[in-house]
């Protein structure tokens, strides 16, 4: 008998589909190893969906939602529900409109579409390692074995060493290290000033504050330094215009940093807009518009913006009427009075300072992008109008980040591309913002007793009292704080993985060995989390009603 005839034989006698077997191969696996084969019937209808009871669309109940992710969009999503689970996401497709029906979508009134990372919230959701329970640690700190306990021992535990840290180390002892993480709603906000765990720990009479943001620390200084405010960036709508984009370690694709970025950026793009994209990965950014990927070593993107640089002041390609209109130090003649004769940035370019011209050779073996690849960009750079080099926060998170920041808005800045409709002079923030929002908090929303930078905690908990205020960055608040440094004590991390987050990881874990109470509010298990003494789980902004901020 031949081989095909035997398996036609055996699946005539199975009445075996290949959905069938799919779905019973697993389930009788151990059936058929024990004691021979078993037969099955087929589904009459197949339906393709990811589960049963197979709902179908006009089955499921629709909520209008929004992204929780302090990306600074919060984009539209859909949670299409079944009983109490969300069986997908979706995002705005026109109907959720005033006056929308299907397809609705224009200049005035775009689809408000979610990118790829708050499309993909219910791995989030229903992740393995969401957290379920309050827990507490039994093992080593960092060693991430815990207990599960009941809400009353997991909050007695830690209001008992709260009162104790308090009474003992006094109004300093607890630092609050939340941020805006994944909640950033007006009630429910993880916030270092508005938030709620602020508001509790301020009232309970033990608080010291964090201030600054990782993800954009060496963009701030270098915006306030270079355009006097953060309030420097332009509204996305602008890209739309824009016959030339340069995603400097940019991957709006994934997260998009704003409002719509990526649909103005595809009417860029019909409008006949070049992409070019500098990063050491291939993003899904790249393949979306077919963009040329320069791969750049980490951390160099300084040295191959100076390479350029050279190359457009060597070969007369900058705007020098705007230069001499906008600018000061760009070269001898915008030097300020008070500066004549000093340093400028064309001389350092040119290398009359130290001997050494920044030429794209030169730039090549510090940061691995061919000479040729630099001369190339450049000449697309400054001879297309309007050009946005727009330069993402990431590349900042380095040593000496800021002067990666500040050599791309002196490249903004010598083309000419600042304050014209396609270019870009991104910064921090943008710039026309919003009125303030009044918040429904009370007098009690923001009360601290000292302030420290959010990257200094553990220098301060290792040398503590031996510190000094600037070597934490204490902010002097006249009304409430004589500089005297915080003796910490205990932490509590809400919504924030700041051992994801934040530089030097070694010194925390050696900060967090002198920890009396560490306490991680989260709503999965984070690097973070491990080294807590509570675990206390919180439900994501699918699970309570809110306003979104945009």
Known sequence: MSKNKTDNDLSERLNLTRRSFLKTTVAGGAAVAAGGLVEMKTAKDAKAFAYEPYPKDDELQTVVTSCAHNCGSRHMLVAHKWKDVIVRLSTDDGRYQRGGYFGKDGNAEPQLRACLRGRSYRQRLYSAERLLYPMIRVGERGEGKFKRVSWGEALDFVAKKMVYLKDTYGPTALLDQSYAGASYGVLHKSDQIEGLLARFLGMFGSRTSSWSVPSYQATTFSSRITFGTIEDGNEDDAFAHSKLMIMWGWNPAYTFHGGNTFMYMRMAKQRGCKFVLIDPQYTDSAAAYDAWWIPIKPNTDAAMMAGMAHYIFTNDMHDQAFIDKFCQGMDAGTMPGWAKDKENFKNYILGKYDGEPKTPEWAEKICGVPAKDIKKLVVMYAKTKPAALKASWAPGRNAYGEQYNRMAAALQAMTGNIGILGGCAEGVGKAWHAEAVAYPYDQYSN?????IKSDRWAHCVLNYPNVKCEDIGLWQRDDQTDGQIPN???????GSDWFN?????????????????????DSTITPSGLYADVLLPIATHFGRHDVALP
Do not use: D, P, R, Y
């Not at 009360?447 to 302030?451: K, R």
């Not at 910490?488 to 809400?494: E, N, R």
């Not at 987050?501 to 509010?521: D, S, W």
């Open 488 to 494: 910490i004590k205990g932490i509590f991390w809400q």
């Open 501 to 521: 987050q934040l530089t030097n990881i070694n010194k925390e874990i050696e900060a967090m060995k002198k920890m009396e109470l560490v306490v991680c509010m």
């Open 447 to 451: 009360i601290w007793f000292q302030s």
